[in-house]
């Protein structure tokens, strides 16, 4: 399940912001403005679902819609020519696609015994889909590129579609996981109470700030690589590649997240994470050289299974089991809808004050999401003060997906 839903992600997202500026040669403002569609649906479409899946229907039955609809929305992306076009499929694939995690989460909590643990060495295989997909997209560019092929940038988002149809498919063989007997049809109202709880609202906090990093990275690294004035001067395949070197370290991580956790403590690793942030945009501030540079956003499995998934873990041990999947989805709306929305509109911001797509002061650029970073980690060290460390009972056959 893993494996299939972030393969889908990692087909045409890294390259996304090139197709934009190349093969639609939209604007820096345009670009933000494109990028901020999905944020925007991300505000919406979790909390829905999240909804559904503790009250309404089968979570599995609810992730095969999802993809089904994912994969649609990809060749409405494809075939988009003009900015409205693409603004347009962009918000549907958000509608459609933002879900996919979150209740992938909830499936993977629900049926897993430990989850620090478990959660790990299942997530582990997004990690090499996503190393594995990037590879299998540059050799397809390339021979694009040899058959002369004009904007090969498109075949991502078709390849996208196929593996999001696979998803859909394989979501059906997924083990049941029933909705709750105990959640009514607004059940992410539950959920908002959770707010109150200061542990929770520190977690969204830096989950939104590390979000907003998040997307200087997602959106500038690969026009910082292929910069040939001021950046590294890849080409677009070796760029593809180089995007891999972010989701190495997650491969030997998430295997180690529940001896971590129990080590540690969730607190300890939910600040390392946070952490890793600023130092992987130091290196972008420096700028050079590329191996330094590249080497370094291996520090981005540290923020994925410290800093993403370990407050996952944390959020799922303050919730009942009655708003699980509403809570995951609050979170969902927080980081990856509030927070990239704010990045993504920011890339295009700074982008503009510093003059366009190419040539870029990206020392400026990238001490931005710097400074962002810095913050989660200070919000995690000076004000996150208790992490739950017992998991709540399971809810078996009655509890929440």
Same mark, same amino acid.
């Given at each position: 399940?893993?494996?299939?839903?972030?393969?889908?992600?990692a087909?045409?997202?890294?390259?996304?912001?090139?197709?934009?500026?190349? =093969?639609?040669?939209?604007?820096?403002?345009e670009?933000?403005?494109?990028?901020?569609?999905?944020?925007?649906?991300?505000?919406?479409?979790?909390?829905?679902?999240?909804?559904? =899946?503790?009250?309404?229907?089968?979570?599995?039955?609810?992730?095969?819609?999802?993809?089904?609809?994912?994969?649609?929305?990809?060749?409405?992306?494809?075939?988009?020519?003009?900015?409205?076009?693409?603004?347009?499929?962009?918000? /549907?694939?958000?509608?459609v696609?933002?879900?996919?995690?979150?209740i992938?989460?909830?499936?993977?909590?629900?049926?897993?015994?430990?989850?620090?643990?478990?959660?790990?060495?299942?997530?582990? #295989?997004?990690?090499?889909?996503w190393?594995?997909t990037?590879? !299998?997209?540059?050799?397809?560019?390339?021979?694009?590129?040899?058959a002369?092929?004009?904007?090969?940038?498109?075949?991502?988002?078709?390849? =996208?579609?196929g593996?999001?149809?696979?998803?859909?498919?394989?979501?059906?063989? $997924?083990?049941?996981?029933?909705?709750?007997?105990?959640?009514?049809? $607004?059940?992410?109202?539950?959920?908002?109470?959770?707010?109150?709880?200061?542990?929770?609202?520190? $977690?969204?906090?830096?989950? /939104?700030?590390? *979000?907003?990093?998040m997307? #200087?990275?997602? /959106?500038?690294?690969?026009? !910082?690589?292929?910069?040939?004035?001021?950046?590294?001067?890849?080409?677009?395949?070796?760029?593809?590649?180089?995007?891999?070197?972010?989701?190495?370290?997650?491969?030997?991580l998430?295997?180690?997240?529940g001896?971590? /956790?129990?080590? !540690?403590?969730?607190?300890?690793?939910?600040?390392?994470?946070?952490?890793?942030?600023?130092?992987?945009?130091?290196?972008?501030?420096?700028?050079?050289?590329?191996?330094?540079?590249?080497?370094?956003?291996?520090?981005?499995?540290?923020?994925?299974?410290c800093?993403q998934?370990?407050v996952?873990?944390?959020?799922?041990?303050?919730?009942?089991?009655?708003?699980?999947?509403?809570?995951?989805?609050?979170?969902?709306? *927080?980081? !990856?809808?509030?927070?990239?929305?704010?990045?993504?509109?920011?890339?295009?911001?700074?982008?503009?004050?510093?003059?366009?797509?190419?040539?870029?002061?990206?020392? #400026?650029? #990238?001490?931005?999401?710097?400074?962002?970073?810095?913050?989660?980690?200070?919000?995690?060290?000076?004000?996150?003060?208790?992490?739950?460390?017992?998991?709540?009972?399971?809810?078996?056959?009655?509890?929440?997906?």
């Open positions: 399940m893993s494996f299939l839903d972030v393969a889908v992600t087909a045409y997202h890294p390259l996304l912001s090139v197709h934009l500026t190349r =093969a639609l040669a939209l604007s820096p403002a670009v933000g403005l494109v990028y901020a569609m999905g944020p925007l649906a991300t505000l919406v479409a979790p909390l829905l679902a999240g909804a559904l =899946a503790d009250g309404k229907l089968a979570a599995e039955r609810l992730l095969a819609i999802a993809n089904l609809g994912r994969a649609l929305a990809l060749v409405l992306v494809s075939r988009a020519t003009t900015l409205h076009e693409a603004l347009l499929a962009v918000g /549907v694939l958000g509608l696609g933002s879900p996919t995690a979150v992938g989460t909830s499936i993977a909590l629900h049926h897993l015994e430990d989850a620090p643990g478990g959660i790990g060495r299942t997530r582990v #295989f997004g990690t090499v889909s190393i594995v990037l590879w !299998f997209v540059g050799t397809c560019l390339e021979a694009l590129a040899r002369g092929m004009g904007a090969p940038t498109r075949a991502t988002f078709w390849i =996208a579609a593996l999001a149809l696979v998803s859909a498919a394989y979501a059906l063989t $997924l083990p049941r996981t029933p909705p709750s007997r105990f959640s009514g049809p $607004l059940a992410f109202l539950g959920a908002v109470s959770l707010v109150k709880n200061r542990d929770f609202r520190v $977690l969204l906090v830096a989950s /939104v700030l590390g *979000a907003m990093c997307q #200087f990275h997602v /959106v500038l690294h690969p026009l !910082f690589y292929m910069d040939e004035r001021a950046g590294l001067g890849l080409d677009l395949a070796a760029t593809s590649r180089a995007s891999s070197v972010a989701q190495m370290l997650e491969v030997a998430f295997p180690m997240l001896l971590l /956790v129990q080590r !540690f403590g969730l607190r300890r690793v939910v600040l390392l994470g946070m952490v890793a942030w600023p130092l992987r945009f130091a290196a972008y501030v420096f700028g050079g050289p590329a191996a330094f540079v590249i080497g370094m956003q291996a520090l981005h499995g540290v923020n994925v299974v800093g998934i370990a996952q873990i944390a959020v799922d041990r303050l919730a009942a089991p009655a708003i699980r999947a509403s809570s995951q989805a609050l979170l969902a709306a *927080a980081t !990856f809808g509030l927070g990239s929305l704010a990045g993504q509109l920011l890339c295009g911001v700074v982008l503009g004050v510093t003059g366009g797509v190419e040539g870029q002061g990206w020392s #400026f650029v #990238f001490s931005v999401p710097f400074a962002f970073g810095l913050g989660a980690a200070l919000a995690i060290a000076f004000a996150f003060q208790r992490a739950p460390e017992r998991v709540p009972a399971r809810p078996g056959a009655q509890g929440s997906a």
